[in-house]
């Protein structure tokens, strides 16, 4: 028997907010504290306790997922993914837990999976650049700055500076083929980044490519984790591309 859409869960756990969706249910989301720190869980219990009062949010509570799909930064470890596997394990109790990097994820909620990507998702402490291939995570990099810094006195040039660095260094090693059409369709910009003043334009000046701001930048990830999870339940069969 296939199993109902209702199991199916999307987790984002971002170093600022933290975004749950559950079918038939919605979005919910919150601040994730000190229990996510540039990237990485710190805190195994607190991270629980972040995601368990935001289900309990839910006007009906939500049953074991058959799946859930938690977003996770590019190359991320497998020590990562551990801490996050026992903050879900612990908090939604889920049959099957996929992870899947949040480049992807932003691009399938973004709607721009076709073709060759290039996509900067600037969070509010990490900042990740990776070029896709039909979805497909060909190379990235990934630095733990974000706009939390701007806040703390940093100017809008050190985010531009690690994004071009890190784009220098994927056309130095990525194939030539992918790269051109990348280049040509701009950079998708996605995450806190792509809503603070003035950070798009002063990209475009430092990268001399288009920037295109996804629709809906806070939750493309969130939205494509979604996605990924109803659809695999919708055709089991298929399984998820993680990277």
Known sequence: MTPSPDLAVAVDLGSNTAGVWAARQGVVSGPTGAAVHRGRVTD????????????????????????????????????????????????????????????????????????????ADIGAQVTEVALLDHGRVVAARRTGIGTRDLTDGATIDLITDVVAGHLDELRETCPDENLTEAVERGLLLVGDGASHPGLSEALADAVRLRVHRAASPHTAALNGARMAAASALRHPSRAIRTR
Do not use: K, N, Q
Not at 74 to 96: F, K, Q
């Open 44 to 119: 195994v219990d607190d991270c629980a306790t972040v995601l368990t009062h935001l289900v309990e949010r839910y006007p009906t509570p939500i049953p074991d997922a058959d799946l859930l799909v938690a977003c996770r930064p590019v190359l991320s470890t497998e020590a990562d993914e551990a801490l996050m596997r026992r903050a879900l394990d612990t908090a939604l109790t889920p049959r099957r837990i996929v992870f899947i990097d949040s480049v992807r994820a932003a691009a399938i909620g973004a709607g721009a999976t076709a073709g060759a990507l290039l996509i």
